[in-house]
DNA sequence: ACTCCGATGGTCT
DNA sequence: GACCATCGGAGTG
């Protein structure tokens, strides 16, 4: 029943398209505000929530992204045609989910740093280990463990049934707050991290 | 409010 | 062997 809730909110089946995805990166950086991530469980546990905070990284030339300097085995993902996830481990510990773009070969993605939770959030919170809806997705490796994503989703296409993104109200230019990226100790000048102004779900002020 | 730090493993030099 | 696109808890004020 909380899948019903959500669906007579919102429209999951206005699929985001390929299109999107080529865009130049801060373009989907910004535009992926407000829309909604969903992925649907092998058990049929739908999970979904609303993009509150992202960062670009860019092409090969961009010193903050793990593209920088050119593809190898790691950052492969990054260099296909958009539209696909790369997912990377964090510190040994966390994985972190990013959304690739732009044509092949160009080495750029958008970093998920969090998300407003709107479905599944039992499957969350006992991923999580809190209760607190605020704290389920509220930074990249808490996001990729609330909605358990791993090694085995790197490459994995967000035009498919199982996982994709769907188009969600228009937000207002007034609401998208710029700021620098967060975490990285390169290109520190570049405003390139972008979050929902006042949301309660973002990673941090 | 803040700073510091440990956990833990893959990637790159 | 160094460096991380992190997180949460401990300590301090």
Redo the contacts with the bound molecule.
Sequence with gaps: MEEKKISEKYNLKDKVDENFYLQSTEQVAVQLLNKILVKCEKDGTILAGKIVET?A?LGKDDA????F?GE????RP?FEKGGIL?V???????H?I?IVTEEKSIGA???I??VEPLAGLVLMKRR???DNIH?LC????????AFGFT?DDNFQSLLSENLFITNNRILPKSKIIKTQ??????SRDQMLRFYIKNSKFI???
């Design positions: 960062e990284y903050a992204s793990h593209s300097g190898t085995e790691r950052n990054m790369y990377y481990r964090s510190y040994g510990i966390h972190c990013n993605a958008v970093l740093r969090a999580r280990g809190t704290k509220n930074g990249p490796g808490n996001t990729a463990k090694k990226r967060v975490g990285i100790s390169r990673s941090r002020k």
